[in-house]
T-cell receptor
């Protein structure tokens, strides 16, 4: 069965500092992996996705993530945090090969310290 | 951007009532999903569908049922609502497993 684990339910970084949000996945087949962001009182938006092409994926708002099969990880990074990045971030996984189930992680709340 | 609609936006009902949460999309997506999310908390998959006449249970045990008679329509029904069902219900759809999910605006359900 597929699953994702997000380490750290709350992460705080200073404005301008590196953002690193961790996601590890479990899947019996090569996965499709996604990062979604949810701003306060808003719906979820797709940040980026990995679908078996390049292992380093660039998304919106300066975020990127690297798929590492050996570590079963898909961590989200941004070199320099902005105040506007404060939000809830969710990692999600789909098995490929026709399994349409999409499972989300428990989420990580990112707080930016001025 | 999203052409996926949920009604009602808010619903307050008494215990024991039968309710149906509506979800429709005009994008022709085969894959549709229902998630349950409390404010600021994780999303729990409760049902999903591959296409017409296909429904599957998700990860979270739920007393709700779904149907998929038409591609565009994926309603969720609670036969007898209880206070523990109070939550936000999000409907979503996508074209395929490697595609992004489009979310509806959600139904906030309160059961008294």
């Amino acid at each position: 069965a597929q699953s994702v684990t997000q380490l750290g339910s709350h992460v705080s970084v200073s404005e301008g500092a590196l953002v690193l949000l961790r996601c590890n996945y479990s899947s019996s087949v090569p996965p499709y992996l996604f990062w979604y962001v949810q701003y306060p009182n808003q719906g979820l938006q797709l940040l980026l996705k990995y679908t078996s092409a390049a292992t380093l994926v660039k998304g919106i708002n300066g975020f990127e993530a690297e798929f590492k099969k050996s570590e079963t990880s898909f961590h989200l990074t941004k070199p320099s945090a902005h105040m506007s990045d404060a939000a809830e971030y969710f990692c999600a996984v789909s098995d490929g090969f026709g399994n349409e189930k999409l499972t989300f992680g428990t989420g990580t709340r990112l707080t930016i310290i001025p | 951007e999203a052409d996926i609609y949920q009604t009602p936006r808010y619903l307050v009902i008494g215990t024991g009532k039968k309710i149906t949460l509506e979800c429709s999309q005009t994008m022709g997506h085969d894959k549709m999903y229902w998630y349950q999310q409390d404010p600021g908390m994780e999303l729990h998959l409760i049902h999903y569908s591959y296409g017409v006449n296909s429904t599957e249970k998700g990860d979270l045990s739920s007393e709700s049922t779904v149907s998929r008679i038409r591609t565009e329509h994926f309603p969720l029904t609670l036969e007898s609502a209880r206070p523990s069902h109070t939550s936000q219900y999000l409907c979503a759809s996508r074209r395929g497993a490697n595609e992004k999910l489009f979310f509806g605006s959600g139904t906030q359900l309160s059961v008294l």
